[in-house]
């Protein structure tokens, strides 16, 4: 086992330090994430070193459409979660529990050969929530960095300023799931709050780790144009209009089985006022696109990166300036 790296002794429990949760854990009991356990007075990461789930993905599938467009990353999860969202699409990893860990131990050092002997980007740790397996992204990380190899988050952005102070600097890129723009939405469907998601949001930035947001759309619940247009103010107001946005499509799963899916009218209505509020470059997921998965230029409109799913199938963009001359934020 692993000793935990975020946490202190607080009468007779510990509290675990790496999420703004910030548990009191009573002797052998786990924090909210189920992988994170009191024993004998320390804190302990159950799940570091046992991985569920390890894939070689594009990086589009993260979704990254403007880091290193057209790479392939190795992608690590483990199990639990630090968010309770009824509507995980990933619930069947995010909810299970210590028992579900798998025996079979997977070093830093062997996931840093895989993928370096795969010729791959590097590595990203995604699936389930990676904050909750901090210690193993953050062992890794340094690893992949003296390797030569790149890192990527996959987040909820739910973590506090001390464990981004201690990870980031070690990623190079991430992809935020702000799940909605409302706190009673965080409260009452994530058992979480949105607040603690943009201070993340402003010190992961901070850090200089090249950022992409994901939102979810959810008919009924977060799809609201007036809500959707304060978050992009704010997104533009603080991470800029050049930070690329997700769109993605619900479909009905865990707790929320009734629930309709999102159609691509939902979506559309979305990205039609994320461009009219300045954004540059909004995309749509989990549904069938045409020019809302294309990377255009801002300023001339020439298609520069054109895509089918996550296969890119055209790319006009040699360096991160268009031939108009416009700076394209763009990693490659």
């Known amino acids: 086992m692993k000793e935990a790296r975020w946490w202190k002794k607080v009468e007779d429990a510990v509290q675990c330090e790496l999420c703004p949760h910030r548990c009191k854990i009573a002797h052998n009991r786990f924090g909210l994430c189920s992988v994170r356990q009191n024993i004998d007075g320390k804190l302990y990461a159950l799940a570091y070193g046992h991985p569920v789930a390890i894939h070689v993905d594009p990086i589009e599938k993260k979704p990254l459409y403007h880091y290193f467009p057209g790479s392939k990353i190795l992608s690590i999860g483990t199990i639990g979660c630090n968010l309770f969202c009824e509507f995980c699409q990933n619930w069947d990893i995010a909810r299970a529990t210590a028992d579900n860990v798998k025996n079979r131990l997977v070093e830093p050092e062997d996931i840093i050969e895989s993928a370096r002997s795969s010729g791959l980007l590097g590595i990203a740790f995604t699936y389930n929530e990676p904050t909750v397996f901090g210690e193993y992204v953050l062992d890794i990380a340094r690893l992949a960095h003296n390797a030569g190899l790149k890192t ?58 090249f950022l992409e947001l994901t939102t979810l759309i959810i008919p009924g619940l977060n799809d609201n144009a007036t809500e959707i247009e304060k978050m992009i103010d704010w997104i533009v107001k603080n991470l800029g209009v050049d930070i690329p946005l997700h769109f993605s499509a619900f479909h009905p799963s865990f707790k929320m089985m009734q629930r309709k899916r999102t159609s691509k009218t939902d979506l559309d209505c979305a990205r039609k006022i994320a461009i009219n509020s300045g954004l540059r470059y909004i995309y749509e997921g989990n549904v ?22 996550y296969t890119i199938v055209q790319k006009k963009l040699q360096s991160s300036v268009c031939s108009c001359g416009a700076k394209i934020a763009v990693v490659q």
């Open 152 to 209: 990527v988050m996959v987040s909820n952005g739910y973590i506090t300023p001390e464990a981004i102070g201690d990870i980031y600097p070690f990623i190079d890129a991430a992809n935020i799931d702000l799940k909605a723009f409302s706190q009673e939405f965080y409260r009452r469907y994530c058992k979480g709050d949105l607040q603690s998601v943009l201070d993340a949001l402003l010190e992961i930035k901070r850090h200089g780790t």
């Open 288 to 309: 069938a696109t045409f020019e809302e998965n294309n990377t255009f230029c801002y300023s001339c409109g020439q298609l520069l990166i054109e895509r089918r799913g």
